[in-house]
């Protein structure tokens, strides 16, 4: 894991590539909204609008929603004011350890690259060295 603490500045350095991926992630829902949207306008006639529209009405609310929770849940920042992070979170999915960092202002900044035990031992004593509770 690519994580620094920056003592100078109080803040941690995160290099893990999420930004990129989460801009691609955008990218990719935003043309799926509107191919959701001009697809059954110009493309399909009324037989075809039944079943076909009806899928692409449902990719369509599934992208708003997902767009939605990305921008307003999620962040892909890589410099982070330790003032900023309220607590280290860790979470079992599929038997998986997965971590994110809870922020003050509601947000969510996951932590992708831990995949070792030594990435996550480290990484849990470099926040309760700095402060950080780990919940």
């Known amino acids: 894991m690519k994580i620094k603490f920056n003592e100078n500045e109080k803040s941690i350095e ?30 399909l006639d009324k037989k075809q609008m039944e079943w076909v529209g ?14 939605t929770y990305q921008i307003l849940k999620k ?12 607590s280290l979170n860790e979470k079992q999915v599929f038997g998986q350890k997965r971590f994110n960092l809870k922020l003050k202002n509601g947000k969510f900044r996951d932590l992708i690259e831990m995949k070792n035990e030594s990435d996550i031992i480290k990484t849990k004593e470099m926040f309760e060295n700095i402060g950080i509770k780990i919940s």
């Open 75 to 86: 962040t892909a920042s890589e410099k982070l004011n330790i003032s900023e992070i309220s």
């Open 14 to 43: 995160i290099k893990d590539g999420l930004k990129k991926q989460y801009l691609l992630m955008n990218i990719s829902l935003i043309f799926t909204l509107v191919n959701s949207v001009l697809f059954p306008l110009f493309v």
């Open 54 to 67: 009806f899928i692409l009405i449902i990719l369509g609310i599934f992208s708003i929603v997902l767009l």
